[in-house]
């Protein structure tokens, strides 16, 4: 079966290599086709059979195709017509057949070009003349503008220059960039040219888009006869400029030409004249490197020391592009090497800058000052051949020129702080081996050579300046940042490790705010990092000034999978331990037995409270959460789901609440657990082996947990705490210590509690949320025990007092609390309820006998979580 693109690819190789009867043949069988296209295009230039003909010269195949109905119109892919294809390729008789078959002659491809244009640009007299006389227009230009006598000055063609002149071109018009006939017949050197167009009246004084003139062009082109033409018998004006006030002069001396400058100098060039900028003739011969041009300039009296605007002599711009025999001669001429520029910058400095050795060798020998520094950043040419990372200037400044290794640049900045910083590491450990340079000096950010090193990672940098004596956990930036915290800071896992390893660098270092590395990749959440360190012994629980562990800041952060590991490590860490597994197994196996385990209702969190003959009861203690730093949030272990260990969390504790179940220090929800000693409420401090289920799943949505609660004063009076617009609390208590207990279960100093019921945890502002799912709460699958709900389990519909509705700043009024939405209540030894819900006042309390009361519980398991049943002893903790 033949297709059409089968069918076309034929006709052109027919057209292309095949005869005419071929060609005839082909057409014939194929023309009653319906969907037989003539002018359907292929090959690579997308031809169609007409143009591939034109372009060929096929006279006799061109005139088959358009017998058989092919269009004059019709493009290949760059646009060409059958006309614009036979005139580029110089095909007269075939243009002349095609125009004879009313093909148009104004018809241009992609690029502007028409019929007219390409006849010119081959040069092809006849085809032009005959096309002018069909009516081609003389002054269409191309996209770019070029019109057709354009190209035939540029092409050199001076017979069809002549005819489009007498066919009224205009001999003035430029194209999109302002090249005239007269320009292109500069540039090209052509000077037959240029003079017909001189005596046809062409404009020696115009100049394209830069500014450029026909002279102006014949001096860039080096030509002798044709500068000297334009200024004897055309009268071009020597003193002429571009846009940038550049004169023919300069002109000649960037482009080196020697003769033609001589002759603009006898013609009545300035010497000294000056471009907008004030670069003069010297500075560009000087730029570029000319030393013949330099020899005749300083002999033409030009002004060896003359400045541009922004100050810069010619010696300058020779030192910055490292012409050495420029130098040398602009030296030897007396020029000035101490001369610098509007920032301050030496021959030296630059020559320093830009790493020219053998120029700064000069300019050492002719005394040239080596510790000269810059206006704007007080920089030396130590510290610039230091930021640019040129070593042999560095080393021939250091061991020759002697300089100075310890000068600071603005911001405090030495030559081995600014090597380092641009990683230069061969410099920087010259600087060190050789230079000797201060490895104390700071920056104005307080900044070591060390810190900066490890904020680069350059871990070379670091062994050199470790090896130098240097104080790996110095603490000299205004963070009080060791190099650990910088290199946490900066992400560079391998000089973490290295400062680690080999180093032996704090791990516990706090900085300002009292934030250990691992506080600062728990906050950044750099996962790696976090590993590197908790695995090197890093303490997830160590709080900051605000009391803030690295664990929290990662779930602060939303760091989840950062939280979860930290978590699940610091679980594996403590059931790997020795003393403290053996101690949990015990004590998991005296819970299984029905004994220790607290109810945090009953009678045994009076223990809670047990104090020594020197203190006075604790009473009326109240929670103000509306003006804290972090809210609290008191939750059953019901709320959590997936065991995990939290241990020895350091908590500032400064008020507890009486309400509800957590009447006394046991009563936070971290069941059997007591302080070791409680000072006075306002300063207690201690510690909590804190275990809980889930954590970061229950506080996915949640911002971190409590480190620190503001409390209330002995007689009402607040430390740092403001009163809460819902509930005002008061404190009123004495000097107060605990008994210091013997409990079966908790150890505050050093155990990790496994299966702890309850958590204490903090959100934004007073803002506490759990997260866990309503739908999917783990208490709904909790048994009860004798037929009860077991202590410390609500209701998994009923909203628990302590827990803060998200984005409410009043707490819950607890009308929720209980099955029955009913407030419980505790009543003290006046017989008055704890919890007022008129009032909204709590009221005192009485502390517990300091005898210690067994608690008769039982206990319940839960997916390996110990549930305490309902206790027979008193609920609360507020009569004895």
């Not at 300069?250 to 033609?260: E, I, K, Q, S």
């Not at 050495?324 to 001369?339: E, P, T, Y």
């Not at 600014?418 to 450990?429: P, S």
């Not at 309820?833 to 709590?842: C, E, G, L, P, Q």
Request: hydrophobic letters at 35%; charged letters at 20%; aromatic letters at 4%.
């Amino acid at each position: 079966m033949i297709t059409m693109s089968s069918t076309s690819s034929a006709i052109h190789k027919a057209v292309d290599w095949g005869s005419l009867h071929d060609l005839k043949v082909l057409i014939q069988a194929v023309s009653t086709k319906r969907d037989f296209d003539i002018d359907n295009r292929a090959g690579p230039n997308q031809d169609t059979p007409l143009t591939l003909a034109c372009k060929k010269g096929y006279l006799e195949k061109a005139a088959l195709l358009f017998e058989a109905k092919a269009s004059l119109l019709a493009t290949n892919g760059t646009g060409e017509t059958p006309l614009i294809a036979a005139c580029f390729y110089d095909h007269f008789n075939l243009a002349r057949h095609l125009l004879q078959a009313k093909a148009d002659i104004h018809a241009t491809d992609k690029n502007g070009w028409n019929a007219l244009h390409c006849a010119c640009y081959k040069k092809n007299l006849k085809l032009v003349q005959f096309l002018v006389s069909a009516q081609a227009n003389v002054e269409a230009g191309n996209a770019k503008g070029t019109t057709p006598l354009i190209f035939a000055s540029e092409q050199g063609c001076l017979p069809v220059a002549k005819f489009l002149i007498k066919a009224k071109a205009d001999i003035n018009a430029g194209g999109k960039n302002g090249w005239n006939p007269l320009h292109c017949a500069c540039y090209k050197r052509n000077l037959e040219m240029a003079r017909f167009l001189v005596d046809s009246k062409a404009n020696v004084e115009a100049g394209n888009a830069r500014g450029f003139t026909p002279l102006l062009f014949a001096c860039q082109q080096g030509s002798l006869p044709f500068a000297s033409y334009l200024l004897k018998e055309a009268k071009a004006n020597v003193a002429t400029r571009t846009r940038t006030g550049a004169t023919a002069f300069h002109v000649a001396c960037r482009f080196g030409h020697l003769p033609v400058i001589d002759y603009l100098l006898q013609a009545g060039a300035d010497v000294q004249a000056s471009q907008n900028d004030g670069t003069t003739a010297l500075h560009v011969a000087s730029q570029i490197g000319h030393l013949p041009v330099v020899h005749y300039l300083i002999k033409a009296k030009a002004g060896i020391n003359t400045r541009r605007d922004d100050g810069i002599t010619p010696l300058h711009v020779a030192c910055v592009t490292g012409h050495l025999a420029v130098v040398q001669h602009l030296v030897d001429s007396k020029a000035n090497i101490h001369a610098s520029v509007r920032n301050g910058a030496t021959a030296l400095y630059l020559a320093c800058q830009n790493g020219h050795l053998p120029i700064v060798e000069r300019l050492i020998k002719e005394k040239a000052n080596v510790e000269k520094q810059t206006k704007s950043t007080r920089n030396t040419p130590l510290g610039a051949a230091c930021n640019k990372g040129h070593f042999p200037v560095v080393r021939f400044l250091v061991t020759k020129a002697k300089a100075s290794v310890n000068a600071l640049a603005r911001g405090g900045s030495s030559p081995l702080a600014v090597a380092i910083m641009r990683g230069h590491e061969e410099i920087a450990a010259f600087l060190v081996r050789i230079g000797k340079a201060s490895l104390s000096l700071t920056d104005s950010a307080g900044r070591t050579p060390l810190h900066l090193a490890c904020k680069r990672g350059q871990t070379r940098i670091i062994g050199y300046l470790i090896h130098a004596k240097v104080d790996v956990d110095s603490t000299t930036t205004k963070r009080k940042d060791t190099a650990l915290h910088v290199a946490v800071r900066a992400n560079q896992v391998e000089t973490v490790k290295l400062l680690l390893k080999a180093y032996k660098a704090n791990i516990h270092a706090a900085n300002k705010l009292g934030r250990t590395p691992l506080h600062l990749a728990a906050q950044a959440g750099l996962f790696p990092l976090v590993k590197i360190l908790v695995s090197a012994g890093a303490n997830v629980y160590q709080g900051d000034q605000a009391g803030q562990p690295p664990l929290f800041m990662a779930l602060d952060r939303g760091h989840g999978k950062i939280s979860r590991w930290m978590i699940n490590q610091t679980k594996a860490d403590a059931s790997s331990s020795g003393p403290e597994s053996s101690s949990k197994s015990d004590e998991d196996e005296g819970e299984s037995e029905g004994e220790g385990r607290v109810d945090p209702s009953g009678t045994d969190c009076k223990r809670g409270l047990e104090k020594d003959s020197s203190t006075k009861k604790l009473k009326n203690f109240k929670l103000n959460s509306a003006k804290v730093n972090k809210a609290v949030v008191i939750a059953d272990i019901a709320d959590i789901a997936d065991e995990v260990v939290l241990p020895k969390m350091n908590v500032k504790v400064k008020v507890k609440t009486s309400e509800g179940p957590f009447t006394n220090l046991n009563g936070l929800h971290l069941n059997n657990v007591e302080p070791k000693s409680v000072a006075p409420v306002t300063k207690i401090k201690t510690e909590y082996p804190v275990s809980a289920n889930g954590i970061v799943d229950a506080l996915s949505h949640a911002k971190g947990l409590v480190m620190a609660v503001k409390g209330s004063k002995e007689d009402g009076n607040h430390d740092d705490a403001s009163q809460d617009d819902a509930s005002q609390y008061d404190a009123n208590h004495d000097d107060a210590n605990l008994h210091e207990t013997n409990h079966h279960h908790a150890n505050f100093h050093h155990a990790n509690l496994h299966h702890a019921n309850h958590v204490v945890a903090s959100v934004n502002e007073h803002v506490a949320v759990y997260s866990s799912k309503a739908s999917q709460d783990p208490r709904s699958n909790l048994p009860k025990a004798n037929g009860h709900e077991p202590k410390g389990v609500s209701n998994p519909r009923s909203a628990n007092k302590y827990v803060h509705k998200p984005y409410d700043d009043k707490p819950y009024d607890g009308k929720a609390n209980g099955a029955n939405g009913n407030q419980p209540t505790t009543k003290g030894a006046d017989g008055r309820s704890s919890y007022d819900k008129t009032n909204n006042h709590h009221h005192q309390l009485n502390a517990p006998s300091t005898d210690r009361v067994k608690a008769n519980t039982a206990k319940t398991a839960v997916n390996g979580v110990v549930v305490p049943a309902k206790s027979s002893a008193p609920k609360g903790c507020a009569s004895n």
